[in-house]
């Protein structure tokens, strides 16, 4: 397959990676999903609409007209099948990369690798309830645009530790943010990667992209395409602003997730990734709130088939607890000043939008750009555009830049 030949020998052991789910799994996940109890109607799950952007007051969550119809449309028509070959079409991996303490993990990756070695790597990762597969639109649209003669960059699209096909985390000791970026900097150093890459990433992945700018001399630059404040900076015309008891019912019903991930995490874990229906309203509501545009059918069965395939839902959510939960981390690169160079994407329907002013409040922010539509899944929404700005970003900051 092209694009699949890493340019420099690999220091780290490296196999190819497809995924083939056995048959025996598919027919026992449309069982469970049959006998699953379709609960009773009451006004919520009734007069519902899991849109937070409509503005009326019924935004209960997902409504069981939708959920009956997506577990009748998951069993009688979603092919698996395809999807997967959708996903085996991009070149993937798993590495062993050790971490501070010596230990392997394995880190699955989707890659396309350019012929020239002196093409410029870049990092790119997700968040949740996301995976990998939010960047195949990129890959897809990357494909369109170049060859592996001509692709100037190395790409490299990680399922984070916990998520999917990765390792999960230690039972035994806690994990956080900054042990994902130790583990990314070692999977690039070992890639060849490792004296100059350029780190991307939205939702976690930009907690995780920020930490390798903040800690690692070899990320060069980064690009986020979210940037998460507690609070409006100081100094900010929205810091003189009053927080009142609208404005905190709206933060509590974004944010009632998160702090459930953050507080309960073994609770939440255990409900949601024990049936497939609960995974489904669980992230299937997220998908489809903090989109601007509601992603298809197929895709949202397809992130919750992955979920369910891998049973990483519980070991999905450990970051949550660093930010609202029992394992505050103080000393994140979240809170202090980002010297490395920044660009930064602007979407209005992101959950928490953070306009480009607060941004240069933490960032030595170099490159920005706002539009006035786009979600939280920037890459699933708009591929395309993400990417363009990506590279818009690139061609200012890399010296030599190949993509010339």
């Given at each position: 397959?092209?694009?699949?030949?890493?340019?420099?020998?690999?220091?780290?052991?490296?196999?190819?990676?497809?995924?083939?789910?056995?048959?025996?799994?598919?027919?026992?996940?449309?069982?469970?999903?049959?006998?699953?109890?379709?609960?009773?109607?009451?006004?919520?799950?009734?007069?519902?609409?899991?849109?937070?952007?409509?503005?009326?007051?019924?935004?209960?969550?997902?409504?069981?007209?939708?959920?009956?119809?997506?577990?009748?449309?998951?069993?009688?028509?979603?092919?698996?099948?395809?999807?997967?070959?959708?996903?085996?079409?991009?070149?993937?991996?798993?590495?062993?990369?050790?971490?501070?303490?010596?230990?392997?993990?394995?880190?699955?990756?989707?890659?396309?690798?350019?012929?020239?070695?002196?093409?410029?790597?870049?990092?790119?990762?997700?968040?949740?309830?996301?995976?990998?597969?939010?960047?195949?639109?990129?890959?897809?649209?990357?494909?369109?645009?170049?060859?592996?003669?001509?692709?100037?960059?190395?790409?490299?699209?990680?399922?984070?530790?916990?998520?999917?096909?990765?390792?999960?985390?230690?039972?035994?000791?806690?994990?956080?943010?900054?042990?994902?970026?130790?583990?990314?900097?070692?999977?690039?150093?070992?890639?060849?990667?490792?004296?100059?890459?350029?780190?991307?990433?939205?939702?976690?992945?930009?907690?995780?992209?920020?930490?390798?700018?903040?800690?690692?001399?070899?990320?060069?630059?980064?690009?986020?395409?979210?940037?998460?404040?507690?609070?409006?900076?100081?100094?900010?015309?929205?810091s003189s602003k009053p927080f009142g008891i609208p404005e905190m019912l709206e933060h509590f019903q974004l944010y009632g997730y998160n702090l459930e991930h953050a507080t309960r995490p073994s609770t939440i874990g255990l409900v949601v990734g024990s049936n497939p229906i609960s995974l489904l309203c669980w992230i299937g509501e997220k998908l489809l709130e903090w989109s601007d545009e509601n992603p298809s059918i197929d895709t949202i069965l397809t992130f919750i088939s992955l979920y369910w395939f891998t049973d990483t839902f519980p070991s999905s959510i450990y970051t949550y607890r660093y930010g609202f939960g029992s394992k505050r981390d103080v000393k994140s690169a979240e809170n202090e000043y980002q010297h490395t160079p920044t660009g930064y994407t602007y979407h209005?329907?992101?959950?928490?939008?953070?306009?480009?002013?607060?941004?240069?409040?933490?960032?030595?922010?170099?490159?920005?750009?706002?539009?006035?539509?786009?979600?939280?899944?920037?890459?699933?929404?708009?591929?395309?555009?993400?990417?363009?700005?990506?590279?818009?970003?690139?061609?200012?900051?890399?010296?030599?830049?190949?993509?010339?």
């Amino acid at each position: 397959m092209s694009y699949s030949n890493p340019p420099f020998k690999p220091t780290i052991s490296l196999e190819p990676f497809k995924i083939s789910i056995p048959d025996k799994d598919l027919e026992d996940l449309k069982i469970l999903i049959g006998l699953s109890r379709l609960p009773k109607e009451t006004y919520e799950n009734k007069n519902t609409e899991p849109n937070r952007f409509n503005k009326q007051n019924n935004n209960f969550g997902v409504s069981r007209k939708w959920l009956d119809e997506t577990r009748t449309y998951w069993v009688d028509q979603y092919d698996w099948r395809k999807q997967e070959s959708r996903i085996n079409s991009q070149p993937a991996f798993t590495a062993q990369v050790k971490n501070k303490d010596g230990l392997e993990y394995k880190i699955h990756f989707a890659a396309l690798f350019s012929n020239k070695k002196d093409a410029i790597p870049i990092i790119l990762s997700h968040g949740w309830p996301g995976s990998f597969i939010e960047f195949l639109p990129i890959m897809e649209h990357v494909r369109e645009q170049y060859n592996p003669d001509s692709l100037p960059y190395h790409l490299i699209f990680p399922s984070s530790p916990g998520y999917l096909f990765s390792d999960s985390p230690p039972t035994d000791r806690e994990f956080s943010v900054k042990d994902i970026g130790y583990l990314y900097d070692q999977l690039m150093k070992g890639l060849g990667f490792g004296d100059a890459y350029i780190a991307q990433g939205g939702d976690v992945g930009s907690f995780i992209t920020n930490e390798l700018g903040m800690s690692y001399d070899g990320c060069k630059a980064i690009h986020l395409n979210m940037r998460k404040f507690s609070q409006p900076p100081p100094g900010t015309q929205e810091s003189s602003k009053p927080f009142g008891i609208p404005e905190m019912l709206e933060h509590f019903q974004l944010y009632g997730y998160n702090l459930e991930h953050a507080t309960r995490p073994s609770t939440i874990g255990l409900v949601v990734g024990s049936n497939p229906i609960s995974l489904l309203c669980w992230i299937g509501e997220k998908l489809l709130e903090w989109s601007d545009e509601n992603p298809s059918i197929d895709t949202i069965l397809t992130f919750i088939s992955l979920y369910w395939f891998t049973d990483t839902f519980p070991s999905s959510i450990y970051t949550y607890r660093y930010g609202f939960g029992s394992k505050r981390d103080v000393k994140s690169a979240e809170n202090e000043y980002q010297h490395t160079p920044t660009g930064y994407t602007y979407h209005p329907k992101e959950i928490t939008p953070v306009p480009v002013h607060w941004v240069k409040t933490a960032h030595n922010l170099v490159w920005s750009k706002e539009y006035e539509s786009g979600g939280h899944f920037a890459a699933l929404e708009k591929p395309e555009r993400l990417w363009g700005d990506v590279e818009e970003f690139v061609k200012q900051v890399w010296p030599n830049d190949s993509s010339e």
